[in-house]
T-cell receptor, first 119, second 109 residues
Framework: GAGVSQSPSNKVTEKGKDVELRCDPI?????LYWYRQSLGQGLEFLIY????????KSGLPSDRFSAERTGGSVSTLTIQRTQQEDSAVYLC?????????????????FGEGSRLTVL | GQSLEQPSEVTAVEGAIVQINCTYQ??????LSWYQQHDGGAPTFLSY????GLEETGRFSSFLSRSDSYGYLLLQELQMKDSASYFC??????????FGTGTRLTVIP
C-alpha cells in the first residue's frame, strides 16, 4: 500500500480479554517498529523487527505482550489478559533501514495507530 | 539505557523563531531525528542529523553536537499550523529508535 496501515483503528475491550493489533508496513520496508503512546505522553518503544526477526524485544512491558512478523511484511501485536493500564494508542512504523550504520535519514513512516481502551 | 530529554511545553508568537532542545544519553548513538505530531495524528518525520552541525530544510533547521550530547530543532517564521508536539529521536546500535519526552509547541497570534 501507499502508507502504513493499522487495524483496528479503535478497539474497546473488557479487562482480561486478549486483543490483536495488525500492522501492514510500506511494501519493501524491512524494518518494522511498535510503539505505545498514552494520552499526552511520548512514544514508548515496544519492539523492533528486521525482516521476520526481532533483535530487540526489550520494550515489551510484560509477558502478556508478544509480537510476530511473517513474510517480512505484516506484523501482529498481541496483548493477552488485557489490563486497564494497557489502554493507549499503539503505533506501528516501518523503515527502509537495514541497520543504523548504513541507513540514510533515520526516517520512520508511521501508521495512524490503533486506539485501545480496556474497560 | 536510553534517555532523551526535552522541555515539556513551549509557547511562541506567530512569525517568531523558536528553538526546541534535546539532550540525550544513548548507547551506540548514530544520529538524531525530529518528528512532528499533531493532536490525534501520526508522527511525521522532519529532519535528521547524522553528523555534527546544522541541517536546514525550509523553515525548519536541526542541529547536533555529539560532544555535548545535545541537539535542537529551530522553527522559523512560525505559523499557527506549527502548533503540535515535537519529538527528538535517537538511533542506537541495536537498530531501534528511541523517542524523547516530547515538547508541546503552542503558537499564538
Amino acid at each position: 500500500g501507499a502508507g502504513v496501515s493499522q487495524s483496528p483503528s479503535n478497539k474497546v475491550t473488557e479487562k482480561g480479554k486478549d486483543v490483536e493489533l495488525r500492522c501492514d508496513p510500506i511494501s519493501g520496508h524491512t524494518a518494522l517498529y511498535w510503539y505505545r503512546q498514552s494520552l499526552g505522553q511520548g512514544l514508548e518503544f515496544l519492539i523492533y523487527f528486521q525482516g521476520n526477526s526481532a533483535p530487540d524485544k526489550s520494550g515489551l512491558p510484560s509477558d502478556r505482550f508478544s509480537a510476530e512478523r511473517t513474510g517480512g511484511s505484516v506484523s501482529t501485536l498481541t496483548i493477552q489478559r488485557t489490563q486497564q493500564e494497557d489502554s493507549a494508542v499503539y503505533l506501528c512504523a516501518s523503515s527502509l533501514a537495514s541497520g543504523w550504520g548504513t541507513r540514510g535519514t533515520g526516517e520512520l513512516f508511521f501508521g495512524e495507530g490503533s486506539r485501545l481502551t480496556v474497560l | 539505557g536510553q534517555s532523551l530529554e526535552q522541555p515539556s511545553e513551549v509557547t511562541a508568537v506567530e512569525g517568531a523563531i523558536v528553538q526546541i532542545n534535546c539532550t540525550y544519553q544513548t548507547s551506540g548513538f548514530y544520529g538524531l531525528s525530529w518528528y512532528q505530531q499533531h493532536d490525534g495524528g501520526a508522527p511525521t518525520f522532519l529532519s535528521y542529523n547524522g553528523l555534527d552541525g546544522l541541517e536546514e530544510t525550509g523553515r525548519f533547521s536541526s542541529f547536533l553536537s555529539r560532544s555535548d550530547s545535545y541537539g535542537y530543532l529551530l522553527l522559523q517564521e512560525l505559523q499557527m499550523k506549527d502548533s503540535a508536539s515535537y519529538f527528538c529521536a535517537g538511533g542506537s546500535g541495536a537498530n531501534n529508535l528511541f523517542f524523547g519526552t516530547g515538547t508541546r509547541l503552542t503558537v499564538i497570534p
